[in-house]
């Protein structure tokens, strides 16, 4: 019963460098979501997806680049790492089934020097 | 412009009493509205929710109000335990149709703290 799975759970980036953020869900959930949480601000919507294939840009997407091309996986990817993306990211998943909460994973730390 | 807030950064209640998170929001659009629970190193977890056709909605030791004419919501915990300690979240959704259930916008949390 594993939910939503978030890898790395901690990762230090150099300002310029690129990674991928994974999230998985084996709730076959059509939506997924990416939030970042920052001191003081509660969490921001990055990008959100209503299916394969489908994603549009949420509060925050500068910066930020996602695909969806399964239901379980829904990659959230720094082309550019900056200072200013330095947070804790959630990834977070709910059925289309109206007034269902989202479950979320237990996040990824993100440094960037 | 933040749509939801929460304006107290934090609570301290007594173990056994009520504890009472409150939640402004601005949006008339917003149809549906959630709390988390979150404890450090982990991701939110869900609850209770409540539907703007409702104005009260109980589920054990946790009940939620809406006020919809004030665009306030509040979480009552009674009798609240040590391990309800943790940050909650409320959150709010609508205004897109279905989609708009994928798309939360959270207010900046409260953390509870509650003593033995």
């Known amino acids: 019963n594993a939910g939503v799975t978030q890898t790395p759970k901690f990762q230090v980036l150099k300002t310029g460098q690129s990674m991928t953020l994974q999230c998985a869900q084996d709730?076959?959930?059509?939506?997924m979501s990416w939030y970042r949480q920052d001191p003081g601000m509660g969490l921001r919507l990055i990008h959100y997806s209503v299916g394969a294939g489908i994603t549009d840009q949420g509060e925050v997407p500068n910066g930020y680049n996602v695909s969806r091309s399964t239901t379980e996986d829904f990659p959230l990817r720094l082309l550019s790492a900056a200072p200013s993306q330095t947070s804790v990211y959630f990834c977070?998943?709910?059925?289309?089934?109206?007034?269902?909460?989202?479950?979320f994973g237990d996040g990824t730390r993100l440094s960037i020097l | 412009d933040q749509q939801v807030k929460q304006n107290s950064p934090s609570l301290s209640v007594q173990e056994g009493r009520i504890s009472i998170l409150n939640c402004d929001y601005t949006n008339s659009m917003f149809d549906y509205f959630l709390w988390y629970k979150k404890y450090p190193a982990e991701g939110p977890t869900f609850l209770i929710s409540?539907?703007?056709?409702?104005d009260k909605n109980e589920d054990g030791r946790f009940t939620v109000f809406l006020n919809k004419s004030a665009k306030h919501l509040s979480l009552h915990i009674v009798p609240s335990q040590p391990g309800d300690s943790a940050v909650y979240f409320c959150?709010?959704?609508?205004?897109?149709?279905?989609?708009?259930?994928?798309?939360?916008?959270f207010g900046q949390g409260t953390i509870l703290t509650v003593h033995p």
């Open positions: 709730m076959n959930h059509e939506y």
């Open positions: 959150a709010a959704s609508g205004g897109a149709g279905g989609t708009s259930y994928g798309k939360l916008t």
């Open positions: 409540i539907s703007s056709i409702k």
């Open positions: 977070a998943s709910s059925t289309r089934l109206g007034n269902q909460p989202q479950h």
